[in-house]
């Protein structure tokens, strides 16, 4: 059986794809998803991919959101009635969630 830091080396070399399935596994492990509530984040993935393929919503560069100078306020002077989404509830915590 593979160590901890041989698993994590084998990992780290895998494609980007295969990473994504690593991790999201391992964290799915930690805190199992309430299906309820999967089915209804991939509803609003599924919504927001179509506004983004649509042009409803302009995707904006992660380097462009991360600039040092940008504040909680500049970003939340950017929401509008147009581009706010609905409130999603994600239930009751069901694992080691801190709220």
């Known amino acids: 059986m593979h160590g901890v830091r041989e698993i994590i080396q084998e990992a780290t070399a895998l494609p980007v794809e295969e990473r994504v399935i690593v991790v999201n596994s391992l964290l799915r ?7 309820a509530i999967e089915r209804e984040w991939f509803t ?24 040092d100078d940008t504040t909680l306020e500049m970003l939340l002077a950017q929401i509008t009635p147009e581009n706010i989404h609905q409130e999603v509830s994600s239930g009751d915590a069901t694992g080691n969630e801190a709220w």
């Open 44 to 67: 609003v993935a599924e919504r927001r991919l179509e506004e983004l393929r649509s042009g409803k919503v302009q995707a904006i560069p992660v380097d462009e959101v991360l600039e």
């Open 29 to 35: 492990s930690l805190n199992t998803p309430d299906p």
